[in-house]
């Protein structure tokens, strides 16, 4: 593999985007097949949000302790190494999810696929900071973020066509012809040179959480992402959110989805651009969660009757969403090559498990509003503020060398 600053078209990194798509297409599945897929192994129609909110939450826990396992995987075999067996997982528990009866062994099954999930979008952005200029890897974590993205747009229009276990097939057996592909690749230079150094630990936990500079920076930038998770659960439960604010229409899941996708990819690169642009990752941040908390107040509005209004605010959403590449770039920027994948895998999946924070705390905080879309509307605000806190607190990383370790 040649790492020497290689083009968009390198072909590692464009398995790497196929890869990612494939992932972020079987993270998506469960909210576009969890209506049918749930009914059919026998979930009431009463039970069916509380049994989603449980499987989102299970697949979530399952992202947070993958995060762990993969992120210090990545750091002490190899960034490779780390996609490979990941991606492995996820593909043979969506399989095996075709042949679960019970709401236990579908918890289950949802539970593998986020360990096996939560490795993907950290070691890729990982492993591109380390191979691209620092010219070329903004523009390159969000051609991969919009990869993954057209991944979720086709989940949600072949989850609304097809039966859910043919879906879920699809999502498994292309995992595994990707696993295939990705045989033929090695890891940076930048990594495979530390590789040589033995004394130096890679993938310390103790070195992360125990120094006191690398842990407030791993707190800051966790606490950073939970407001695109915030966003991922106003999307995946728009209908529930529509009729509980008694608006006077009830959106299509399939249709929201794709409308908030859409958004994503422009999002995806608008943000690197910007970042380019204003020669800043904080900037671009700062600008994306402003339209968040801008387009989610309006959830409050007292004469809210459209439901073009109501997709376009879930665009907007998908456009500001759009950051994650970028910020999860970011992420691998703070740290030296040693903790790199552990700490970016730490962050990315830690902040997938504040869905289930979401799940919790956003139905919470409705319960004290007429509408929900008022008690979503607060909620914003309370993100947003969550979301400003490595804006404030940590130093800018653009143009940063990468050649670096933590000590």
């Known amino acids: 593999m040649n790492d020497q600053n290689p083009s968009y078209l390198n072909k590692t990194f464009l398995i790497l985007s196929f890869g990612y798509l494939i992932d972020y297409f079987d993270l998506t599945l469960f909210a576009v097949i969890r209506h049918s897929a749930l009914l059919d192994i026998g979930v009431e129609e009463k039970n069916i949000l509380s049994t989603s909110l449980l499987m989102f939450n299970l697949q979530a826990l399952g992202c947070v302790i993958g995060g762990l396992i993969f992120g210090i995987w990545g750091d ?38 986020g360990v096996g999930l939560a490795a993907e979008l950290a070691a890729s952005i990982t492993l591109l900071s380390e191979i691209f200029s620092k010219e070329k890897r903004g523009i390159a974590s969000g051609i991969l973020f919009s990869f993954g993205i057209l ?34 690749f090695v890891d940076s230079t930048i990594y495979l040179t530390l590789k040589q150094n033995t004394h130096i630990p890679r993938g310390s936990l103790k070195l992360i959480l125990l120094r006191k500079d690398s842990f407030m ?24 959110i529509s009729k509980k604010s008694f608006f006077p229409f009830t959106p299509n899941q399939s249709v929201s989805l794709a409308i908030f996708f859409i958004g994503s990819l422009f999002g995806a690169i608008f943000f690197p651009f910007m970042s380019k642009i204003l020669k800043s990752r904080k900037k671009s941040v700062l600008i994306a969660l402003s339209l968040m908390l801008c387009s989610l107040t309006c959830l409050s509005l007292p004469n809210f009757i459209h439901l073009e209004l109501f997709y376009l605010i879930l665009f907007v959403c998908g456009f500001s969403n759009g950051y994650l590449g970028i910020y999860i770039l970011f992420c691998a920027e703070v740290f030296g090559t040693n903790q790199r994948n552990t700490a970016t895998s730490i962050i990315s999946n830690i902040s997938r498990g504040s869905l289930i924070f979401s799940n919790i705390f956003v139905p ?20 947003f503020f969550l979301g400003i806190i490595p804006i404030i607190f940590i130093k800018d990383t653009y143009n940063k060398d990468m050649d670096f370790i933590e000590k």
Do not use: D
């Open 217 to 240: 920076k791993l707190v800051c930038l966790t606490l950073g992402i939970f407001p695109f998770w915030f966003v991922a659960f106003c999307v995946n439960f728009s209908p529930e």
């Open 151 to 184: 991944g979720g747009v086709l989940a949600t229009f072949i989850g609304s066509q097809l039966h859910w276990k043919t879906v879920l097939l699809i999502g498994g057996s292309c995992g595994l012809i990707l696993l295939c592909l990705r045989f033929a």
């Open 76 to 113: 002490k075999f190899g960034r490779i190494s780390a996609v490979r067996f990941g991606i492995l997982l996820y593909s043979i528990a969506n399989i095996a999810n075709i042949f679960v009866t019970t709401v236990p062994a579908f918890g289950v099954m949802r539970f593998l696929a």
């Open 364 to 383: 919470f905080i409705a319960t004290f509003f007429y509408k929900m879309g008022s008690g979503v509307a607060l909620c914003a605000i309370f993100f």
